[in-house]
């Protein structure tokens, strides 16, 4: 069964305590691997897509990976702002359609 | 901002009731996605329009109904509301029918159904 796990569902870290995100998935044939970053009351916004693995991609103060099993967000030096729901989805080569994880909620103490 | 516009923003009704949600996409967008956020759920798929046309299925009830006008706005319909149909209704435009190698989805803020 096609399936994108997200671990761990919470995390709280201090300002500027560096810490990764992980998402887990198993599809029979990845097409891309897509973060999105969730707002309470707002609809998730795109991150960044990843297509194979070894691929690295940054913005700001995250870096998303990819493996053949996995995706990691890495979160380095968070500031209160980067507290969110952080969203993996995967597409998959049959019928490109999203399959996407529960979450993690991101919670950055000042 | 998005450019994806859902309206209304919050829903109350009764159980047994008919709603209607709206969306209209960003401005070139073809594609609209309907989705269904709940606590213990996360984000569930329920139905794709691409230009006018019903394109994927996910997890929609029978109960619920969606369609994409001319004008390429969407309406989801729910009917004979339960109170597990409380939840977060989101409407998603892309450019294109799939979500291929350069297709990100473009979400709206969202409708919140409180069934009653």
């Known amino acids: 069964e096609d399936q994108v796990t997200q671990s761990p569902e919470a995390l709280r870290l201090q300002e500027g305590e560096s810490s990764s995100l992980n998402c887990s998935y198993t599809?029979?044939?990845?097409?891309?691997l897509f973060w999105y970053r969730q707002d309470p009351g707002k609809g998730p916004e795109f991150l960044f897509t990843?297509?194979?693995?070894?691929e690295e991609k940054e913005k700001e103060r995250l870096k998303a990976t990819l493996t053949k099993k996995e995706s990691f967000l890495h979160i380095t030096a968070p500031k209160p702002e980067d507290s969110a729901t952080y969203l993996c989805?995967?597409?998959?080569?049959?019928?490109?359609?999203?399959?996407w994880g529960a979450g993690t909620k991101l919670i950055i103490k000042p | 901002d998005s450019g994806v516009t859902q309206t209304p923003k919050h829903l109350i009704t009764a159980t047994g009731q008919r709603v209607t949600l709206r969306c209209s996409p960003r401005?070139?967008?073809?594609?609209v996605y309907w989705y269904q956020q709940s606590l213990d759920q996360g984000l569930q798929f329920l139905i794709q329009?691409?230009?006018?046309?019903?394109?994927a299925k996910g997890n929609i009830l029978e109960r619920f109904s969606a369609q994409q006008f001319p004008d390429l706005h969407s309406e989801l319909n729910l009917s004979s509301l339960e109170l597990g149909d409380s939840a977060l209704y989101f409407c998603?435009?892309?450019?294109?029918?799939?979500?291929?190698?350069?297709?990100?989805?473009?979400f709206g803020s969202g409708t919140q159904l409180s069934v009653l």
């Open positions: 998603a435009s892309s450019v294109g029918d799939r979500t291929s190698r350069n297709e990100k989805l473009f």
């Open positions: 401005s070139g967008d073809l594609s």
């Open positions: 329009y691409y230009n006018g046309e019903e394109r």
């Open positions: 599809v029979s044939g990845l097409r891309g």
């Open positions: 990843l297509y194979s693995a070894g």
């Open positions: 989805a995967a597409a998959m080569d049959s019928n490109y359609q999203l399959i």
